[in-house]
């Protein structure tokens, strides 16, 4: 679809270009991926306009990344006490007002608030609109604000990164049971002073598992359940195994290739319906979480009527541009990925293309892009994982190095888990690590920056990690491909030698 330049001018022949702009960029969305390109342009001196209808920070600080490590950490610390015989301490059952831990919840994202607030941004020169915005045509967008009023604003280049949101499955009787997600459960149960008794998490990719682990250790009793054969799909099926034992260990009744059918009331009591190889259950609950993936916002904001395709989401070139070139996307919306940090990673590129394209574009570089689900253990993958490699027919050796040998993960009580290292054959070049344990999520920044950078595994190894961290895992890691890769010829050459010097 994205043709050669008189094609492309094609798509703008039925507009009228307004002969001067108010601005240079609009943005339209204050998340992760609308923050970080209005940062760049004012700091690049661009008269930059962000419009955001909701809440300043997007998804990340109000609705995700930020509450959910929130919960997670009381929930870890809940675990500790419950568990505080391991330390040489007593084990206790926490007590707790529930409605406590979502107070410090919510006073958490009103800590970080200022970091992405209105006030932050209006002193880095950015004009901060807080309003919906719709694409009126390639250079106009219109602003409805909370009072009624509208206001219509000329721009030379606009960046959609209105994110995504939950999906609820269309099961049904789900609206009748009511139903909770990440955009409300924050608020709906923030008033509890008991975590739900019988949670129902629906869904096994990251937001369920870290929820399910997080209510698990903070009271519930929690079901999840999955369609798919094992949790976490996209990581090799060691993991999905070892993070759904460490949930099953803290209470969690993991059901997996187990499908939604319905859900209902009977006699006051919800339940929902589940299949499971031909058999039918159902489940009793109290409250339901529905985490089973986000879709992209695209509708109501003017695509339609300006005819840009959008397949699941809004559909870029390599350079973040839509059909129109000086509309171009970024974060949840454009895909491919839904993390904080590809969403700002994609708004450089998005920014400097729509700001300076003229004399330069830039390709979204995807090459090296980590991520890392927060459970308990944690999981953190970058590059290729193993079942990829093999799915591709991508030549590559596995080096492993396992956590239960590290000590400071000894020392720790946390001695779980493995460092897996994807290498090109004969080479120390790293293709893709997955790392599961305790602080895995900042341990493979490491790999990240060996990747990105072209580091092999050797000069991991030659650098000193200081003992005793759980960094020094990723240095065992490379002592064991080192292990693996001496050369034989060699070592009897040095085992002569030293015979020799023996006399
Ligand atoms: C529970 C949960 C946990 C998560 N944990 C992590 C994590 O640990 N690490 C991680 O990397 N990612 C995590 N994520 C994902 C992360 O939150 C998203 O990838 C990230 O927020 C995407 O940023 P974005 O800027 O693309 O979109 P968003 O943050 O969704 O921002 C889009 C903004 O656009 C606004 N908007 C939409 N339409 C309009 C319009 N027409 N006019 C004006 N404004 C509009 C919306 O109100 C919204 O504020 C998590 C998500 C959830 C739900
Ligand atoms: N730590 C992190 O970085 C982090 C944390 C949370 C979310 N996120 C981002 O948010 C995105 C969305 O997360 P998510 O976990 O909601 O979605 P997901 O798409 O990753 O996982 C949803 C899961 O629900 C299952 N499912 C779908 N329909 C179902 C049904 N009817 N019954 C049972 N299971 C069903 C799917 O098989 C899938 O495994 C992620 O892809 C991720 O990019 C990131």
């Known amino acids: 679809m994205f043709l050669n330049t008189l094609t492309r001018r094609k798509v703008y022949a039925r507009w009228t270009r307004p002969g001067k702009f108010d601005r240079n960029l609009i943005v339209i969305g204050a998340g992760a991926a609308g923050l970080v390109s209005a940062y760049i342009a004012a700091a690049t001196k661009a008269k930059v306009t962000l419009i955001e209808a909701h809440k300043m920070g997007g998804d990340c600080l109000n609705y995700g990344c930020v509450p959910s490590k929130a919960l997670i950490k009381s929930a870890k610390l809940a675990h500790h006490i419950r568990h505080a015989d391991h330390y040489g301490l007593q084990g206790t059952t926490p007590t707790f007002s529930f409605a406590r ?56 280049s606009i960046i959609i990164a209105t994110g995504a949101a939950p999906f609820v499955p269309p099961l049904p009787g789900i609206d009748d049971v009511g139903y909770l997600t990440s955009d409300t459960l924050w608020d709906k149960l923030r008033d509890r002073t008991e975590a739900p008794k019988r949670l129902v998490v629906l869904g096994g990719g990251p937001i369920g598992t870290e929820l399910a682990q997080a209510f698990a250790r903070l009271g519930s009793q929690v079901t999840q359940i999955e369609m798919a054969p094992r949790l976490m799909i996209r990581e090799d099926a060691e993991v999905s195994a070892l993070v759904q034992a460490a949930l099953e260990r803290d209470g969690v009744a993991v059901l997996t290739g187990y499908k939604a059918l319905a859900c209902g009331v009977t006699d006051g009591a919800k339940w929902i319906e589940v299949e499971h190889q031909g058999q039918t259950r159902r489940i009793a609950f109290d409250d339901l979480i529905a985490a089973v993936g986000r879709s992209p916002r695209l509708k109501g904001f003017g695509l339609e009527e300006l005819g840009i395709p959008v397949n699941r989401v809004v559909e870029t070139n390599d350079y973040l541009e839509t059909l129109y070139p000086n509309i171009l996307a970024a974060g949840d919306v454009a895909g491919p990925y839904q993390f904080t940090h590809t969403a700002s990673h994609q708004a450089w590129f998005a920014t400097v293309n729509a700001l300076f394209g003229s004399f330069k574009r830039f390709k979204a570089d995807y090459r090296v892009i980590p991520w890392a689900t927060f459970s308990d253990p944690e999981v953190a993958r970058v590059g290729l994982s193993e079942a990829e490699a093999v799915a591709q027919n991508i030549p590559h050796e596995v080096t492993r190095y396992g956590i239960d040998d590290l000590d400071r993960a000894i020392a720790d009580g946390s001695a779980e888990g493995f460092v897996k290292v994807l290498t090109v054959p004969g080479k120390d070049r790293i293709l893709g690590v997955t790392l599961v344990g305790a602080h895995a999520g900042d341990l493979i920044a490491e790999f990240v920056l060996a990747m990105k950078h072209g580091l092999g595994l050797s000069k991991i190894l030659g650098t000193i990690h200081i003992y005793p961290t759980l960094a020094e895992a990723n240095k065992y890691a490379a002592g064991e491909w080192r292990r693996a890769h001496v050369n034989p010829a060699l070592l009897a050459i040095a085992e002569r030698y030293h015979r020799w010097r023996r006399g």
């Open 101 to 156: 831990v979502m107070e410090r919840v919510h006073g958490v994202i009103a800590d970080i608030a200022p970091h992405d607030s209105v006030e932050r941004y209006a002193d880095l020169g950015v004009e901060v609109l807080q309003g919906y915005a719709r694409l009126i045509d390639p250079w106009t967008v219109e602003v409805a604000f909370p009072d009624g009023s509208t206001q219509r604003l000329t721009t030379r």
